[in-house]
């Protein structure tokens, strides 16, 4: 039975089920920030998350290439644990029709003193495009 999720409207479940329920070709843009370790090495609360596993995030993503239009894009927030290693790579060799077309880092200026990922300096997003790639240049609009 599928759900009935609705376009530009806050959902609230897991990504992978939300995806699967989509058509395809329905969606412009998609926000990504899988839960990619544990979250009580992260923050000592008992939030409701749990880790997602490569093979979880590569079949979410094997959604995001079906479900988003041709040419559009999907935001993949990552930690500063994933720039230093290969899992981004082996995931796009895996959905060949998504491309990393910029990279994001918000550097927040007022952080909070409460634990490293609250006080975090930075976060990090890898701007996806579904193929075919535009030749729109991204420029700097801060």
Known sequence: ??????????????????????????????FLDPQYEPVNNVVQLNYPLYSQSDYQILRILEQVERVLKPSTFCLLWVNKKLLG???VPLWLLKTPA???????????????????WLRSNAEFCFLLQKYPQSGKLFKNRS
């Open 1 to 30: 039975m599928k759900n009935n999720y609705q376009l530009n409207t806050k959902q609230s479940g897991e990504a992978w089920e939300l995806l699967t329920n989509s058509e395809n070709n329905s969606a412009s843009l998609i």
């Open 85 to 87: 290693n290969d899992r």
């Open 98 to 116: 998504l491309k990393i077309v910029d990279f994001l880092v918000w550097h927040k200026k007022n952080t909070l003193g409460l634990g490293n």
